[in-house]
Every structure is written in structure tokens, then in C-alpha cells.
């Protein structure tokens, strides 16, 4: 039986996509805080990024501390899976991460004056 005794334990959510919200939710978090949110190994959840920066969907820098690193992720990224063609991940993140941390909403107004 699964965790919910209906079952096996399948869930919606692949663990890239919940790496991937966990970041969307907070741009500067460590590695090793995005495997405990997501219950995932931090060598796993280290694989897990690498595979999403190959892939385009988030980028990697330095924050301004110079300690840890911040994320930028490619919302206008579209689904890999030919069934969610023409969709952006936007749509995802933007319904399960959340709005933007207020910081982060502030520097793209910022850029554009």
C-alpha cells in the first residue's frame, strides 16, 4: 500500500519538477535545503540540477555574497514531453511556486527603466 493506503505510491510530480519549484520558490536556497524539501538525496537533487541547466531551464551565478549560488530560472521554457507542446513552464510555476519573493519582482521593473 502506498503512503495513503490507496495503492502504490505514485505521485503527479516528477523530482525535477519539484527541484525546479523548490528553487522557483526561493532563488538563493542550498542545495542541500532543496533536498530536504523535496525528501531527495543532495547528491540526487545535485544530478537533478545540472540536468535542468543542460537543459536550459535555469541558469547558475554567484550570489552577491559570494557564498552561495542564486538561480535564475527560463519560465518562457517550454515542456519537453510532446504532450504539453506550446506550453511554457511559467504556467507550472506560477501555480504551484507561487508569486515571485518580492526582491525578485522588483529587479525586472528596475531593468526595464
Not at 15 to 22: G, I, P, Q, S, T
Not at 56 to 72: F, K, Q
Request: proline fraction near 5%; charge should be neutral; charged fraction near 30%.
Amino acid at each position: 500500500m502506498g503512503e495513503n493506503g490507496h495503492g502504490s505510491d505514485w505521485t503527479f510530480l516528477t523530482n525535477h519538477a519539484r527541484v525546479l519549484l523548490a528553487i522557483a520558490r526561493d532563488p538563493g536556497i542550498r542545495l542541500r535545503d532543496v533536498a530536504d524539501v523535496c525528501r531527495l538525496t543532495e547528491r540526487t537533487v545535485q544530478a537533478i540540477v545540472t540536468d535542468l541547466e543542460d537543459a536550459r531551464y535555469l541558469t547558475r551565478s554567484r550570489a552577491e555574497d559570494a557564498r552561495r549560488n542564486r538561480y535564475t530560472i527560463a519560465a518562457d521554457a517550454p515542456f519537453r514531453h510532446p504532450a504539453e507542446a506550446g506550453h511554457e513552464i511559467a504556467g507550472l510555476i506560477q501555480l504551484l511556486a507561487g508569486p515571485p519573493a518580492e526582491a525578485d519582482r522588483a529587479a525586472p521593473h528596475q531593468a526595464r527603466k
